[in-house]
């Protein structure tokens, strides 16, 4: 059964450096989403991507982050300058469509350390 | 706003027994699809169920039922015959027309007892 992938599945960064997040979706999905999962509390969405484009962000997707497309499969988020609150698990997500009943397929997941 | 409550953040059921995790949402919106997610201990989330807010049966998938009761706003997840493996955090979400997003609740962790 496809599935959506992440790398790496851990991640452990300095305050201040970039990170790359990297997010394989399901092949035939055409939209994708990230969202991140602080500690012990609820899954927030960051943004969504149709088309080599940013469809929606959130207020948490501020400048300091990026996402790309950067070849067919590949669909990656950046944090240019990463802050201790930037710790968490994010997760990449993809769906075929944007209908009301789309479900979107999460990934395993990356837990990124800020120190 | 949009919103959604989970206000059970622990429940404990006995093995083979059925259980029931409540999620309530709030919206303005006629249009709009509710979903559960399963959180296990290793962090991925699986996709449980989906249930729409114009489907007028309730949806089923294997042993997890929603219990969707528009009126009350309530979308509850009733899982059948509970087993180990089903301990896990649950997570309640919902999108509304009009955006791409899932608003998540904020889970119910389910410990299953032998």
């Known amino acids: 059964e496809p599935e959506v992938t992440q790398t790496p599945s851990h991640q452990v960064t300095q305050m201040g450096q970039e990170v790359i997040l990297r997010c394989v979706p399901i092949s035939n999905h055409l939209y994708f989403y990230w969202y991140r999962q602080i500690l012990g509390q609820k899954v927030e969405f960051l943004v969504s991507f149709y088309n080599n484009e940013i469809s929606e962000k959130s207020e948490i997707f501020d400048d300091q982050f990026s996402v790309e497309r950067p070849d067919g499969s590949n669909f990656t988020l950046k944090i240019r300058s990463t802050k201790l609150e930037d710790s968490a698990m994010y997760f990449c997500?993809?769906?075929?469509?944007?209908?009301?009943?789309?479900?979107?397929?999460f990934g395993p997941g990356t837990r990124l350390l800020v120190l | 706003a949009q919103k959604i409550t989970q206000t059970q953040p622990g429940m404990f059921v006995q093995e083979k027994e059925a259980v029931t995790l409540d999620c309530t949402y709030d919206t303005s919106d006629q249009s709009y699809g509710l979903f559960w997610y399963k959180q296990p201990s290793s962090g991925e989330m699986i996709f449980l169920i989906y249930q729409g807010s114009y489907d007028e049966q309730n949806a089923t998938e294997g042993r997890y039922s929603l219990n969707f009761q528009k009126a009350r706003k309530s979308a509850n997840l009733v899982i059948s015959a509970s087993q180990l493996g089903d301990s896990a955090m649950y997570f309640c979400?919902?999108?509304?027309?009009?955006?791409?997003?899932?608003?998540f609740g904020t889970g119910t962790r389910l410990k299953v007892l032998a």
């Open positions: 979400a919902m999108r509304t027309s009009g955006t791409y997003k899932y608003i």
């Open positions: 997500a993809s769906s075929v469509g944007t209908g009301i009943g789309e479900t979107q397929y």
